[in-house]
């Protein structure tokens, strides 16, 4: 939203894993016996031949049919709780992530730059971790896109009747904003932060080959609390990142860290799901979904959604009266009766990989409460406290401007400090949480305010890993 305070969004990404389940036939109607208890060898209540009380026909004493001591049906000695149960073998991912590049992007672009190479690594080449029981993917794909769509709304991209004569911020009457296209690597360097990805002894998952890997996290060159790295070209001319089984990227983590930096001159109306949506809707990106593989939507922002449906939000006495960061969702109709339901955003999401849901996971690193005990933070299905927290409340409070004035403003779910200054101030995104609720064990949800994501990262490639085989 347009303030001279602090703006931030980002697409985040969420969580799918496929067990098969053995279906046992009854083999006492099989054999025909009417007798009471069982019909086999044993002296147990079941039909199978085993000594355990379980109906399955392994050795241990769960109910399903491998060998280990766990509740489900994979071979490891986990019970993956946190993990789909309905996802295919896909046999890659595609990543979009978008990128809130309104005012207040500075600081949590560099957070993200450095917790890509965590995501990443994690997919194509996990550092030793005995919890970490997934193949290493042959074939990811990142795009990067920002939150900027100008001022058009509705689902074909309309500005006509925008009622102002002149830009609002950043937002320029006349323009889309950036459209849905996907950004190319737009900064020479980008800052990495020391001590926050984890790497083997080789250091293969460090961001250059003059990294080390110290006390199983990278360190720049020289020492220090971050390093400066330079910026690779993409290959093959197309806006985004990828390594296939064919042909091994060895820079994919350094790209997408490089692309994800879009600075921050975006419009403050932020549209961060739209975006998503309309990215990769685009003919001239249709490509970059392949049906073979999961698609996975990472959002990253402080703000929340304002993705319009209708322009006559433009219209409210809010907006009106210059209200803008706070018209999209107050009064409470504003949102009904003129932005997109979360609902439909999961609707697209799905028909865009031809109906499958369990192809697509969504994950948003945004505002909400940060800390052990947030009930806001974590797989979508486990999200039931979150929207009633009293953080995630839309409470309009006056702020104070770094020019010396005043403008209103949702009460922050959540703040960061660094050096005695806040450095972050997260406004609740209800409307995300909504949408990792629909996604349920798909869908996943951190607080921005968090110092380091790398736990978020971890936890997002851990729910496109579980769906993805070599």
């Known amino acids: 939203m347009i303030t001279s305070g602090r703006l931030f969004l980002v697409f985040l990404f969420p969580a799918l894993f496929s067990i098969m389940l ?15 208890g069982d019909a086999d060898t ?19 004493g769960d109910t399903d049919g491998d060998t280990d001591g766990d509740t489900d049906g994979d071979a490891d000695g986990d019970t993956d709780e946190a993990l789909c149960k309905d996802c295919a073998g896909f046999d890659g991912v595609d990543v979009l992530v978008v990128v809130d590049n309104s005012a207040s992007m500075e600081q949590e672009q560099q957070v993200l730059a450095t917790s890509f190479f965590t995501l990443i690594n994690s997919l194509v080449d996990p550092p030793p971790d005995p919890d970490w029981d997934y193949v290493s993917a042959k074939n990811v794909r990142v795009a990067i896109v920002s939150s900027d769509m100008g001022l058009q709304f509705g689902e074909n991209g309309s500005i006509d009747g925008w009622p102002y004569g002149e830009p609002i911020g950043t937002c320029d009457v006349n323009e889309k904003g950036d459209d849905g296209q996907f950004s190319s690597i737009l900064v020479d360097n980008i800052t990495v932060n020391s001590g926050q990805i984890k790497c083997g002894e080789d250091a293969s998952q460090c961001p250059t080959s003059d990294w080390t890997c110290s006390n199983d996290r990278c360190a720049p060159p020289g020492g220090g609390n971050s ?18 089984k064919d042909e091994e990227n060895l820079d994919i983590a350094r790209q997408v860290a490089c692309l994800a930096q879009l600075g921050k001159d975006g419009c403050g109306i932020e549209q961060q799901l739209q975006a998503g949506i309309r990215s990769l809707s685009r003919d001239d990106q249709s490509g970059f979904i392949r049906d073979n593989h999961l698609l996975a939507v990472i959002v990253v922002s402080d703000e929340e959604d304002c993705s319009v449906k209708d322009k006559g939000l433009f219209a409210t006495d809010q907006w009106g009266g210059k209200q803008i960061n706070t018209a999209c969702s107050l009064p409470e109709s504003n949102e009904t009766d003129f932005l997109f339901e979360p609902k439909y955003f999961y609707d697209k999401l799905v028909e865009l990989k031809g109906g499958q849901a369990n192809a697509v996971v969504f994950a948003a690193i945004v505002g909400v409460p940060s800390g052990d005990s947030s009930p806001c933070q974590g797989i979508g299905d486990t999200l ?14 006056e702020f104070e401007s770094e020019s010396g004035g005043t403008f209103n403003h949702f009460k922050p779910a959540c703040e960061r400090e660094s050096g005695g200054a806040v450095v972050t101030s997260a406004r609740p995104g209800r409307r995300y949480v909504k949408l990792a609720q629909e996604f349920g064990c798909a869908g996943y949800v951190y607080s921005i305010c968090n110092e380091d994501w790398s736990e978020a990262m971890r936890e997002i490639a851990r729910l496109i890993a579980s769906c993805v085989v070599e």
């Not at 044993?42 to 392994?58: C, I, L, S, Y």
């Not at 390093?227 to 296939?244: F, I, K, R």
Request: one cysteine or more; charged letters at 35%; aromatic letters at 4%.
């Open 22 to 36: 053995c279906g046992c036939e009854d083999k006492e109607k099989d054999s025909g016996w009417t007798g009471t």
């Open 384 to 397: 039931d406290g979150c929207l009633s927290d009293n953080s995630m409340q839309y409470e309009e409070a």
């Open 42 to 60: 044993d002296t147990d209540t079941d039909t199978d031949t085993d000594a355990d009380a379980d109906a399955d026909g392994d050795t241990d």
């Open 227 to 244: 390093g400066e790295v330079s910026c690779p070209d993409l290959s093959g001319g197309d806006n985004w990142s990828e390594t296939t």
